[in-house]
T-cell receptor, first 109, second 116 residues
Framework: DAKTTQPPSMDCAEGRAANLPCNHS???????VYWYRQIHSQGPQYIIH???NNETNEMASLIITEDRKSSTLILPHATLRDTAVYYC??????????FGGGTRVLVKP | GAVVSQHPSWVICKSGTSVKIECRSL??????MFWYRQFPKQSLMLMAT?????????EQGVEKDKFLINHASLTLSTLTVTSAHPEDSSFYIC????????????FGPGTRLLVL
């Protein structure tokens, strides 16, 4: 599966959009980009995933560059409850999820 | 939809005893479930893949005789930590694979195990 690179941490202002970057320059054509988050002492929560088109759901938007070497997760209006570790994972169907270090996001009032 | 539960949410036991953790997919069937372990300030590490009706597949370095996995039905997988020791104290998390949605994994809330 593709190796992903994320910044270790970032701060966001409550009420503003949070843009979380992820580099996956070695991603192959059949690998999806998955985003999960883990709030302290809880199991990871699925956010969104995509292959090459941009995706949006009730939680977030996923913007994937045309060359698929990077993507951005957008939380449109960050709240204090969005404070968590966010994981970007490249995975082909049928393969296992491999969690890296993720980005520790702190939403500040 | 896609809810996964775990029981118990936390457990304290004496060294040498065995502990069973249940993982259930509540609103979908899962032929494949996964068990992870997470130590403080670390990321999740996959322990094993649990397949309904067949033996589990363990990751390198995970003792299959110590961490017994049974996937008895399409909605239930169990992890038994046998002869638990203090170094087994950790946060155990399961996930279930939903084939209905491009094979997305949904995670349980986790079970915190403390071995005294």
């Amino acid at each position: 599966d593709a190796k992903t690179t994320q910044p270790p941490s970032m701060d966001c202002a409550e009420g503003r959009a949070a843009n979380l970057p992820c580099n996956h320059s070695t991603i192959s054509g059949n690998e999806y980009v998955y985003w999960y988050r883990q709030i302290h002492s809880q199991g990871p929560q699925y956010i969104i995933h995509g292959l090459k088109n941009n995706e949006t759901n009730e939680m977030a938007s996923l913007i994937i560059t045309e060359d698929r070497k990077s993507s951005t997760l957008i939380l449109p209006h960050a709240t204090l409850r969005d404070t968590a570790v966010y994981y970007c994972i490249g995975k082909a169907a049928g393969n296992k999820l491999t969690f890296g270090g993720g980005t520790r996001v702190l939403v500040k009032p | 939809g896609a809810v996964v539960s775990q029981h118990p949410s936390w457990v304290i036991c004496k060294s040498g005893t065995s502990v069973k953790i249940e993982c259930r997919s509540l609103d979908f069937q899962a032929t494949t479930m996964f068990w992870y372990r997470q130590f403080p300030k670390q990321s999740l590490m996959l322990m094993a893949t649990s397949n309904e009706g067949s033996k589990a597949t363990y990751e390198q370095g995970v003792e299959k005789d110590k961490f017994l996995i049974n996937h008895a039905s399409l909605t239930l997988s169990t992890l038994t930590v046998t002869s638990a020791h203090p170094e087994d104290s950790s946060f155990y998390i399961c996930s279930a694979l939903s084939g209905a949605y491009q094979e997305t994994q949904y995670f349980g809330p986790g079970t915190r195990l403390l071995v005294l």
